[in-house]
């Protein structure tokens, strides 16, 4: 029997809203939409371009090989491929049609130091304010809360478009209804032809880039060393794909991915592992769709009260997803699935996140490990249970101490670990 209504409306909202393609590491694309859209509001190319970032934004744009720029890094040619060959009706796609010519001119125009970087004073975590400045004009483009996330589009310091933060607004939406039954209920009776296309885009993007990753030296080529190490096992292959599948992103690996949480590494860890146990267990298309609607809404579960950027790593959460995905394929019922989070917590909360870079394969590596391990210790009776540490009497009541953790606790680690990456 389907679900109420409401409910069953609100989660395929999310997951429509959530599993979208993304063409590169998502922090360096935010700034190269901004980018674009403040060129196409100016009507030319800029002059000079100013981009004020929160301090996540900054950590997370560091180490991470901006795509379609023939390898570079930062922020500042984030903003100009962006501006030169950015495709701003493309959202996270921005940049798939940058050609030679444009990565020339993007690369002159960095030399030429035409992009300004700037620290934001703000409390938010995902924040950018990208002008660009020419033949006496100014157009700027405000983000908040999402990677697409636009709150104001300015021209000559005329506002042309204003809107409550997209975050602010699944708040008090379809998001805050969310826990592990309502989650179980939904991928028990959903009609596969409302999430079909959604989760096969997310199966064939990720395993692409995975398969990349494994085939190429990529990054640290953590996914390459685990199958190299280990063996094609399911439990290395559900560690190995989403690491190489980072190895290759992380690198500027031009294929797209599909997202989770606005994150291309939680995409590809909330979704590859689950994927790798189907094919292992036989599981037909149907249960496998099924599992990834339970992965998917999971972590995107945990990551809204956690927040989309912040001191903890996102692969946790993400993790914790594919292992109740996992579960599932498993035959594991509404509460197993849910102990196998609180598990998966109770082990690796404590992953902070010092920005994308190459290292994030070891830490996804690492992750899927502890949710396999919950996977095990769940399916033997053996939870942890309340008072042992963070965890509480239930699973839902864990996620929300964790958040309390990273929202009230974390604070002042962002900061010193961003202090740290900048300062050496």
């Keep these: 029997m389907k679900m109420e209504q409401t409910y069953y409306d609100a989660c395929l909202h999310i997951l429509k809203s959530e599993l979208i393609p993304a063409f590169g590491c998502t922090e360096p694309i935010a700034i190269a939409y901004a980018s674009a859209l403040a060129r196409k509001t100016l009507g030319r190319l800029p002059e000079h371009i100013t981009v004020s ?34 495709d701003a009706e493309s959202e996270l796609e921005v940049l798939h049609e940058v050609t030679d010519a444009h990565r020339e001119l993007a690369n002159t125009l960095y030399q030429e130091g035409i992009c300004e970087v700037r620290l934001l004073d703000t409390a938010e975590k995902l924040h950018i304010v990208l002008e660009a400045f020419g033949a006496g004009e100014q157009a700027l483009v405000e983000l908040r809360g999402t990677h697409t996330g636009v709150v104001r589009i300015e021209k000559n310091h005329t506002a042309l478009f204003c809107s409550v933060p997209q975050e602010q607004r699944a708040s008090e939406s379809s998001v805050q209804f969310l826990n592990f039954e309502r989650i179980y209920e939904f991928a028990q009776s959903v009609e596969l032809e409302d999430v079909r296309i959604l989760l096969d885009r997310q199966i064939e993007y990720n395993t692409r880039i995975a398969e990349y990753g494994l085939e190429h030296l990529c990054g640290a080529n953590v996914g390459a060393a685990l199958v190299r190490l280990y063996g094609k096992d399911v439990n290395t292959m559900a560690r190995a794909l989403p690491a190489a599948g980072s190895d290759a992103r992380m690198g500027g690996c031009e294929l797209p991915v599909v997202v989770n949480s606005g994150s291309g590494n939680q995409g590809m860890t909330v979704s590859l592992p689950v994927i790798a146990y189907a094919k292992a267990l036989n599981a037909s298309r149907e249960q496998l769709h099924r599992a990834l609607c339970i992965s998917n809404l999971s972590a995107v579960y945990q990551k ?35 102990e196998v989070v609180s598990n998966t917590l109770a082990n690796v ?35 942890f249970c309340a008072g042992d540490g963070i965890v509480q009497n239930t699973p839902d009541a864990t996620i929300e101490k964790v958040a309390a953790i990273v929202r009230d606790g974390m604070q002042a680690t962002d900061q010193v670990i961003l202090k740290v990456m900048v300062d050496g």
């Design 53 to 86: 970032c929160s301090g996540n934004i900054l950590k997370n744009v560091k180490g991470v090989v901006v795509p379609a720029t023939g390898g570079m890094r930062g922020i500042e040619i984030a903003a100009l491929i962006g501006a030169v060959g950015g």
């Design 349 to 383: 909360a404590g992953i902070f996140c010092d920005g994308a870079k190459a290292s994030c394969a070891a830490k996804i590596a690492s992750s899927v490990e502890a949710a396999l391990l919950a996977v095990d210790l769940t399916f033997q009776g053996h939870d």
């Design 304 to 338: 809204e009260q956690i927040g989309r950027l912040s001191a903890y790593c996102g692969a946790v959460s993400a993790a914790a997803g594919a292992g109740a995905g996992i579960a599932y394929l498993r035959g594991g019922n509404a509460h197993q699935i849910a």
